[in-house]
C-alpha cells in the first residue's frame, strides 16, 4: 500500500492506487448490494403475497363461518318459539290433568254410592222375588180351579153347537 520511506507517509500515487482500489470495491459493493436488495426484494414480494393470500381465504371463511352462524342462529329462534309453544302446551296439559284427577276423584265417589244403591237394589229384588213367589203360589190352586171351570163351560158349549 505505502512505500516504506523515512517518514512513513503515502505519496500522492499511492493515494490515487487507493482511490482506485476502493472504487473497484465500492461498485463491486455497489452491485452485490444491488444483487441482494433484489433477492431481499423478491423475497419479501412473496411472503407479502402469501400474507395476502391467506388474508383472502382468511376472509373467505369468515364470511362462511358468518352466514353458517347466520342459519344457526335462525334455527335457534324456531327452536326457542317452538320450546315455547310446547312449554304452554305442557302447561294446559298440566291443567288439564288437574281437573280430571278432580273429576275422577268425584266419579270414584259416585261409583262407591252406586255400588252401595246396586246392593239395596239386590236385597230389593231377592225381597220382590220371595214375595212373588208366594203370592204364586196363593194363586196358582185358585186359578187352576178357575181354568178347570172354564174349560168345562168351554166343552159345555162346544157340544150344544
Given at each position: ?10 505519496t ?6 487507493l482511490?482506485?482500489?476502493?472504487g ?26 402469501v400474507?395476502a ?11 362462511n363461518?358468518?352466514k ?14 317452538k ?7 305442557v302447561?294446559?296439559?298440566k ?37 212373588m ?10 186359578a ?5 171351570k ?10 150344544r153347537?
Amino acid at each position: 500500500m505505502t512505500n516504506k520511506s523515512e517518514n512513513q507517509f503515502a505519496t500522492k500515487g499511492d493515494l490515487n492506487k487507493l482511490e482506485t482500489k476502493i472504487g473497484k470495491n465500492i461498485r463491486g459493493f455497489k452491485d452485490e448490494m444491488k444483487t441482494f436488495m433484489g433477492v431481499l426484494y423478491e423475497k419479501f414480494d412473496n411472503e407479502v403475497k402469501v400474507v395476502a393470500e391467506q388474508y383472502i381465504d382468511t376472509n373467505r371463511n369468515l364470511v362462511n363461518i358468518n352466514k353458517h352462524l347466520g342459519h344457526v342462529d335462525q334455527r335457534l329462534d324456531k327452536l326457542e318459539i317452538k320450546t315455547e309453544v310446547l312449554m304452554e302446551t305442557v302447561a294446559e296439559l298440566k291443567e288439564d290433568m288437574t281437573v280430571m284427577k278432580e273429576d275422577m276423584t268425584v266419579m270414584k265417589e259416585d261409583m262407591t254410592v252406586m255400588k252401595e244403591d246396586m246392593t239395596v237394589m239386590k236385597e230389593d229384588m231377592t225381597v220382590l222375588k220371595t214375595d212373588m213367589k208366594e203370592v204364586k203360589e196363593e194363586l196358582l190352586p185358585g186359578a187352576t180351579r178357575k181354568i178347570n171351570k172354564l174349560e168345562h163351560r168351554v166343552t159345555v158349549l162346544e157340544s150344544r153347537a
